[in-house]
């Protein structure tokens, strides 16, 4: 069989895992060909492509970001680009395309099988948000830089007495958020799915400062939103205290608590020092196994599907079903981190 993989959308920890793992067991335990596209979707539409043998991915397992480059550009964006897509896979002869991606690149992988591709999805992001898959890789790497940011501001937040908002990754979903300042005993999470109150969150870390505590830090996803018309921002660029409008939940979030407790407060944005470097072991082995299972796939037939962690098992999960909605933080999750805040 002859195989196509591509890395499409924002990179994670664990993509050259993937690669790796498909080019052994479709090469070495099915005598298939594999190529690779360079940097996702595009290299599809462009023909941009080589060959990946086994010298190709030596060495890669433990490599962050991804030797095939990564892109946003989507098919359907582009004129002609279904078609396009289509053309390049026959004059190819493949028999297979495994995309490795998350919301949106996925997207364009049910469009293009619904097109007639043959397609299996593997499931990538540190956001950790795609449904039907328990967890993606990429995720525990990233909780584990997060987690030991917030360990060490821990110490420098004491030392000066200051409130420090660490804004995450997580445009849509506070998993990252979550999961970090649960591991590190934050004491606020805010997330896109539940909008906060800055009266509620103030009295927070207020009482802590009233119990003799020097510090506190709030662990922000990037998404998080205040409930409407809470914040003092208006629409005009300023605040209500005449500060300028800052972009980004932190450096709202700092000025905001700042002025309202009367305690020094800083944004920290994590930004994408979340995304690179060596993925842990477990997100190794993640997105090992899912290479192994795509390949699988890819010689059922089972086309149309992506694979996926339920439990301790890989299945294959419709492509349909997986980009439907975004998996978001689910209530009961959000209270059992509540609880330890
Ligand atoms: O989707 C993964 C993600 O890391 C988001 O959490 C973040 O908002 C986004 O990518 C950043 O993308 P870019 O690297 O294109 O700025």
Redesign the pocket.
């Known amino acids: 069989m002859r195989i196509g993989v591509l890395t499409s ?2 990179d ?1 920890p664990g993509l050259n895992a993937v690669i790796r793992s498909i080019v052994h067991r479709a090469v070495v335990d099915h005598s298939d060909e594999v190529i690779g596209f360079q940097d996702g979707w595009k290299g599809l539409l462009e023909c941009d492509y080589r060959k990946l043998d086994l010298d190709a991915v030596g060495g890669i397992l433990a490599r962050g970001g991804t030797i095939l480059g990564s892109s ?1 550009v989507q098919p359907a964006h582009l004129r002609g680009g279904v078609q396009r897509a289509k053309g390049h896979v026959a004059d190819l002869g493949l028999d297979a395309i495994i995309p490795i991606g ?2 949106g690149t996925l997207k364009a992988a049910r469009m293009l099988s619904d097109a007639g591709l043959p397609i299996v999805g593997v499931p990538k ?3 950790n948000d795609i449904a039907g898959t328990d967890v993606t890789f990429g995720f525990d790497t990233a909780v584990g830089v997060a987690t030991e940011a917030l360990d060490r501001l821990k110490t420098t937040a004491e030392s000066h007495q200051r409130v420090l908002i660490v804004e995450v ?3 849509h979903t506070g998993w990252i958020a979550l999961h970090s300042g649960m591991a590190a005993g934050a004491h606020a999470i805010v997330v896109p799915e539940r909008p906060f109150d800055i009266d509620e969150l103030t009295v927070r870390i207020g009482d802590r400062f009233e119990a003799g505590k020097k510090f506190a830090i709030v662990v922000a996803a ?1 998404g998080a939103k205040p409930r409407a018309g809470s914040m003092v921002f208006d629409e005009g660029g300023r605040d209500v205290y005449g500060h300028e409008r800052f972009a980004g939940i932190a450096r709202q979030l700092s000025v905001e608590l700042e002025e309202r407790l009367g305690k020094e407060a800083r944004p920290v944005i994590l930004g ?1 020092v ?2 690179g470097g060596t993925p842990t072991a477990y997100d190794r082995v993640l997105a090992t196994r899912f290479g192994w299972h795509a390949v699988e796939a890819v010689h059922r037939g089972e086309f149309g599907h992506l694979t996926a962690l339920q439990g301790t098992d890989i299945r294959m999960v419709p492509l349909a079903d997986a980009v439907e909605d975004l998996k978001t933080v689910p209530d009961q999750r959000y209270a059992e981190a509540e609880c330890v805040l």
């Open positions: 959308g924002g994670c946003r998350g919301e992001t540190i956001d990754m997580g445009r990037e994408h979340q995304r």
